[in-house]
């Protein structure tokens, strides 16, 4: 009985081993939210695990919210990597109130982001932020792209600041509004709002204009507020 027990325990150890490996490549190549890791073979050959190794890795560092996995294109960097499902208990909060309160610390915080970033920005910052608009653009209403490249987006305002608590928190209030019954990224007109606000959140940025990237944030916030409402309204 010890032998089999020793064996599956084992089983588990190399994957996990392979995971943290991953992680220590991800933080000494300073990946960030959305870049795309190697592909299975090469992360396999990079390890010297097999690939059922690699992708029994890939599970638990998707448990961990580590990486996201999109079939046909690859793993990528999560953007909100290292949180877990719901960090700040909100799933035991009174939920009526949730969402009010979630968008409530939204507009306090974001349009600051917004300014901040259009002080901060670097060139490289600006040019993520720029790519991320357009692949906004090319994706589709109501896909797990568009939301994930939601997350990305304000993540990548955020880090445009290069203050890590803000980088931290930013992902865990837009994953927590994602994980709260709403979803307006099926609407097609609220979709377009939210494409037509990055942009001029992204523009904003990219000019230094302060006020203006305020105001995109502060519409922004309350263009998505009122969205989420009209779709709980219809439920």
Known sequence: MRR??????NMDVLPMATAQKVKTMIIQREMKPGDRLPTEKELADLFGVSRSTLREA???????????IR???GTFVSAGTGIGEDPLGLHFTNQEKLIQNLFETRM???????????????PQDVRNL?????????????SPASAELDVQFHTAVAECTHNEVLIRVV?????SIRRSHVETHDDPESFKRAKRSHAGICKAIAEGDFMEAKFQAE??????LNDVKETEERK
Not at 4 to 9: L, S
């Open 219 to 224: 519409r922004h916030v309350w263009e998505t």
């Open 130 to 142: 720029q790519l991320l608009v357009t692949e906004m653009d090319r994706s589709e209403v109501n």
């Open 4 to 9: 089999d027990m020793n064996e599956y325990q």
């Open 71 to 73: 079939q046909g294109s």
């Open 58 to 68: 890939m599970k638990f560092l998707r448990a961990e919210n580590v990486v996201v």
């Open 108 to 122: 306090l915080i974001e349009p600051q982001i917004a300014g901040l970033a259009c002080q901060r920005a670097t």
């Open 171 to 175: 992902p865990i209030i837009i994953e």
